[in-house]
């Protein structure tokens, strides 16, 4: 939960004073991030899980320990503040000589230390600053005393660009007020939004562990601050899934594996990478559509994403093989840039090529297997189906969606045959991936498909209902808003 504004935009040619180099090579940019916290022993939040998420996201971090904890799965067992002198000592370190993008805060356990921050922060000016006030840990230890309560209010959350509490810390930041609802978690962030901050966003315990390191990471690589969330919400997701299963300590509080994307799925022997629920709102782009309201596809997408789509494929029939992979790779930094996943209709050697997320292919396309062996196991591959029995092969075939259709009769697809809604629930029912529908779906008839309400169906993968539109942005948030009714009402 967000409240609206702009982030300062960081210069577009800065790049780190740290590389010296003598020769007129080119100097690499590296996002540089600082940040100022707790050590936690047990490496599940703090300094360590800080370090680990820069690292699994390309960031450098540098680090200010501002108090060393004895902790793990089971709690805090014990806390020692480092003297505010020495916490100092490190700021100034660090902060005369790196350029940082971002600084973060996490635990600040004393007045003193904040006042040093404080002090350091006006002698050497930081581009961003996010503030996680760190108050309570998860398993519920105090980690700052209600001491600080007045220094963050008054001097630290109004230069903040961002505060990232928990609700209970919310609630301690606003003198205790009740927040166990939605409803009053977002009046909360609209109270603590008046006391200076540009965003505020109020973490439930659940989905936004690890939060504020994430928003990390993602604004020193130059991402806005939506982006910035929606990506940091989308890795904590896969990281707890992927960590449910795992064993780490005996404690209720195990760490989440801040390094998934870069270990295998012992199942299936590939990265668990794709969140089914990125299905929601599938954006299918049409060549013929672009061209007929003059847009590039570059266009097409970026107005897709802004109105909510969660996924895009490039289905670009026409295009030529070379102007194609120009435009699919400007795709691809863009999807990226925005945390959504980009995938290629039918082109295996352009999704190579352009190194995008991953591909759809269809019954008469190269088979799922070898598509597989091709791509590797990272990468999302979608395979269209019509029968319990094509459902069955996609899954031996190791492919991490189906999309079923045609639901409705389209003119998008010629000769495609219609399965109906009736034909879509069997399918949904026999598969043991997740599902995608499509084929002539749109803000009128989409709650009707979402209604079939078997579990396997995550989304509506449409093309004429957002492309063949002259406003892309305005029936894409038509359809968004709607499908998230429809959610409410299953
Ligand atoms: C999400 C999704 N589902 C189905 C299709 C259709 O793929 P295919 O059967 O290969 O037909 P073409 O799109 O290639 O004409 C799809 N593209 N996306
Ligand atoms: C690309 C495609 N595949 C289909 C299938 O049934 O597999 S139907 C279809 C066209 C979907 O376009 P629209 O949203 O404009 O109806
Ligand atoms: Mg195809």
Request: hydrophobic share 40%; proline share 4%; aromatic share 6%.
């Amino acid at each position: 939960m967000y409240s609206l504004g702009g982030i300062r935009s960081l210069p577009a040619n800065w790049r780190s004073t740290t590389a010296s180099m003598t020769t007129t090579e080119s100097v690499r940019k590296v996002p540089q991030v600082l940040t100022v916290a707790g050590s936690d022993s047990g490496a599940g939040a703090g300094i360590q899980a800080d370090l680990k998420v820069c690292a699994a996201r390309g960031v450098y971090c540098a680090s200010v320990i501002t108090a060393v904890t004895a902790q793990n799965t089971r709690g805090v067992q014990s806390v020692h503040l480092l003297p505010p002198e020495f916490v100092s000592e490190q700021l100034k370190s660090v902060l005369s000589d790196f350029e940082f993008d971002v600084v973060k805060t996490g635990m600040l356990p004393s007045t003193e230390i904040v006042e040093v921050l404080l002090q350091n922060l006006s002698e050497f000016p930081v581009r961003a600053l996010v503030v996680d006030p760190v108050m309570v840990s998860t398993s519920g230890h105090v980690l700052a005393g209600s001491s600080v309560l007045s220094i963050f209010r008054e001097r630290l959350l109004p230069i903040a660009d961002i505060i990232t509490p928990n609700v209970k810390e919310a609630s301690a930041l606003l003198g205790g007020v009740k927040i166990e609802t939605v409803e009053e978690m977002r009046s909360a962030a609209k109270l603590l939004h008046e006391m200076g901050p540009r965003f505020v966003l109020v973490k439930d315990f659940k989905t936004f562990v690890e939060c504020g390191t994430l928003l990390l990471a993602e604004l020193a690589k130059g991402s806005s601050m939506l982006s910035a969330v929606k990506v940091a919400k989308r890795f904590v997701d896969n990281a707890l899934d992927y960590s449910k299963d795992i064993v780490i300590g005996t404690g209720k509080q195990g760490p989440f594996d801040h390094f998934f994307s870069l270990k295998k799925d012992p199942q299936s022997s590939r990265c668990s990478i794709f969140n089914p629920d990125d299905l929601f709102l599938y954006a299918v782009t049409d060549s013929r559509m672009n061209k007929k309201w003059n847009r590039s596809i570059v266009d097409a997408v970026k107005a897709a994403i802004e109105g909510g789509a969660t996924i895009i494929q490039l289905r670009e029939k026409e295009a030529e093989t070379r102007e194609f992979l120009e435009e699919a790779k400007s795709c691809v930094g863009i999807c990226r840039s925005h945390g959504v996943c980009l995938l290629i209709n039918d082109r295996i050697d352009i999704a190579l090529a352009c190194d995008a997320d991953g591909v759809h292919v269809g019954q008469s396309d190269m088979p799922v297997d070898l598509v597989r062996s091709l791509l590797g196991p990272d990468k999302i591959i979608g395979v269209s189906c019509k029968t319990p029995e094509q459902a069955h092969q996609a899954w031996k075939d190791g492919a991490d969606y189906i999309g079923s259709g045609g639901v409705f009769p389209t003119n998008t697809k010629a000769n495609n045959r219609t399965i109906g809604l009736d034909g879509l629930k069997t399918v949904c029912e026999a598969s043991q991936l997740p599902v995608v529908a499509i084929g002539g779906i749109g803000i009128s008839n989409a709650v009707s498909v979402m209604q079939i309400n078997t579990p396997n169906l995550k989304g509506v993968a449409v093309v004429s209902a957002l492309f063949d539109q002259e406003c892309v942005l305005t029936q894409t948030k038509k359809l968004h808003k709607t499908l998230e009714e429809s959610k409410k009402e299953v």
